[in-house]
């Protein structure tokens, strides 16, 4: 089973800029991880995508160009850069695991999940 642990969240003014990590428990680090968001209210959204190898990722719209997925295999642990925030940032932050081939943006498609870390971004 794997265990996702989130860190790195906070309270930011807007225009600032925070690193999201999430650590995986085991080295069987799935092939795609993810990050989602969820404000209250809302419907958990798809934010980030990266395939086991690094190379594709794949971003929500509402973070392209601000927000960059990357990852460390011999850490078993992906980063969420988030530069330029806004306050409709403000969410609590979620990583994904999933065995799925091909970039996933879904929440049914993954299958393991953290327990979220909250990231407040005032205006």
């Known amino acids: 089973q794997v265990q996702l642990v989130e860190s790195g969240g906070g309270l930011v003014q807007a225009g600032g800029s925070l690193r999201l990590s999430c650590a995986a428990s085991?080295?069987?680090?799935?092939?795609?991880m993810g990050w989602f968001r969820q404000a209250p209210g809302t419907e958990r959204e798809f934010v980030a995508a990266i395939v086991w190898s690094g190379v594709n990722t794949h971003y929500a719209d509402a973070v392209k160009g601000r927000f960059t997925i990357s990852r460390d295999n011999a850490k078993n642990t992906v980063y969420l850069q988030m530069n330029s925030l806004k306050p409709e940032d403000t969410a609590v932050y979620y990583c994904?695991?999933?065995?799925?081939?091909?970039?996933?943006?879904?929440?049914?498609?993954?299958?393991?999940w953290g327990q979220g870390t909250q990231v407040t971004v005032s205006s």
């Open positions: 085991t080295r069987t680090f799935s092939s795609q």
């Open positions: 994904a695991a999933t065995n799925r081939f091909g970039i996933a943006t879904m929440v049914s498609n993954y299958d393991h």
